[in-house]
């Protein structure tokens, strides 16, 4: 009797090997990772998908057994880091609150955002509100976990003190640590969008496509987090499983770009597809001046401009920004450059006078067909060829 008392505190009912054990954590810790991307994040918050009310409820319940968190109150902190993003009222910003406190401290500053209820009541909006929200899920939050940790210890014995630990750990570091902190740190950028969020990894595997951050803020509210061929969203194909199920109806995705015979000027077919992918026509912009940018150094170290090379070179970091997002300093050192570059200087110029096309979308579409049509005439009479070939293919928008 007190070997088996024994053998079940150390094995638990299954006395599984660590293997299976351990591919049990697995399992069990990307289920979790999906309910925050596929249910919190882009079904709750950006509302880009609806559930049929069997995941929708599903959901809800497996991330109250393994998380703890509460609907509405992960929805409003992850609207308002939208509305105040990289603010001081942003609630975990690494670039307010620095790289190792959102990195390390994630979930603590959750916690913190979480009693605000201003934040709650504003951001909160259009989340459960019903009996079991109301009175299990958000009053009994701890309780979900509780019982987890006595699933585990009852299957695995004492070891399954440890794959609870990893469960609650999961999120916090995953979501809470490195999307909000690495996700507007460290990566690449696919758009030059206002904040500075980043694609961790272009496969969007381990944190259930979230890896892909640049690209959602990008397009906040497409149920899709990947764009380029090369990307890969694991969330995505659980949802496409789930609608072909019936479980799931996508409503909004990033615009796709479709390329049409050029045309000899554009006409409002093109003017559409152009305001409708406003981050990919300025992303591929960026791209020509960055190509510029580096002929130019080319040409100067060439030269032996040993000066202009070293001016133009020291602004490798923030050239392709807003005169906005420049300080002082900055934009004297751009007048410099424009001084000893017409090349890049036109490059900025017609930046500026692109970007007014969307800025100017309280006009009418003639008045803005003429804005675009105006500027493929300037970009082609430039005199630079990268110039010309971008509105060659800005012609071909469809």
Not at 114 to 136: H, I, M, S
Not at 159 to 166: D, F, L, R, T
Not at 318 to 340: T, V
Request: charged share 20%; net charge positive.
């Amino acid at each position: 009797m007190v070997n088996s008392v024994l053998d079940f505190v150390a094995h638990g009912l299954l006395n599984w090997s660590w293997w299976k054990i351990m591919l049990y954590t697995i399992v069990m810790t990307h289920i979790t990772i999906i309910g925050v991307t596929v249910y919190l994040h882009r079904h709750q918050a950006h509302r880009s998908l609806d559930l049929h009310p069997i995941a929708s409820h599903f959901f809800r319940f497996w991330l109250w057994l393994t998380t703890g968190m509460v609907t509405g109150q992960w929805t409003a902190i992850h609207r308002k880091h939208h509305a105040k993003c990289e603010t001081d009222e942003d609630p975990h910003s690494p670039q307010t609150r620095g790289i190792w406190k959102v990195l390390l401290e994630g979930a603590e500053l959750y916690r913190a955002e979480a009693k605000n209820t201003q934040t709650l009541k504003k951001y909160g909006r259009g989340t459960p509100t019903d009996w079991l929200e109301c009175f299990v899920y958000a009053k009994h939050a701890l309780l979900g976990v509780t019982i987890m940790a006595l699933i585990n210890l009852t299957l695995f014995g004492i070891v399954g003190i440890s794959v609870w630990a990893i469960q609650m750990l999961w999120i916090p570091f995953w979501a809470a640590g490195v999307v909000n902190g690495l996700g507007h740190f460290w990566g690449y950028r696919n758009f030059n969008c206002l904040d500075t969020s980043t694609n961790l990894f272009p496969w969007g595997l381990l944190i259930g496509g979230e890896e892909l951050h640049n690209n959602h803020h990008t397009y906040a509210t497409s149920a899709k987090l990947s764009n380029k061929w090369y990307e890969f969203d694991i969330g995505w194909m659980y949802i496409k499983i789930m609608s072909a199920f019936g479980l799931a109806k996508v409503k909004r995705i990033a615009p796709t770009l479709t390329l049409a015979t050029r045309k000899a000027v554009p006409d409002l077919d093109t003017l559409h597809a152009v305001l409708a992918n406003r981050y990919e026509v300025m992303a591929r912009y960026a791209k020509t001046v960055n190509r510029a940018y580096r002929q130019e150094l080319a040409e100067l170290k060439e030269l032996n401009a040993h000066e202009k090379y070293a001016l133009i070179k020291s602004a490798h970091r923030w050239i392709h920004k807003d005169e906005a997002g420049l300080d002082e300093p900055q934009k004297r050192q751009l007048m410099q450059i424009f001084s000893s570059s017409q090349s890049l200087q036109t490059y900025y110029q017609l930046r500026i006078e692109l970007m007014q096309i969307w800025d100017h979308s309280h006009a009418s579409r003639e008045q803005l067909l003429l804005l675009l049509q105006g500027w493929c005439y300037r970009a082609e009479q430039s005199g630079i060829h990268a110039l010309r070939d971008f509105s060659y293919h800005l012609r071909r928008y469809a």
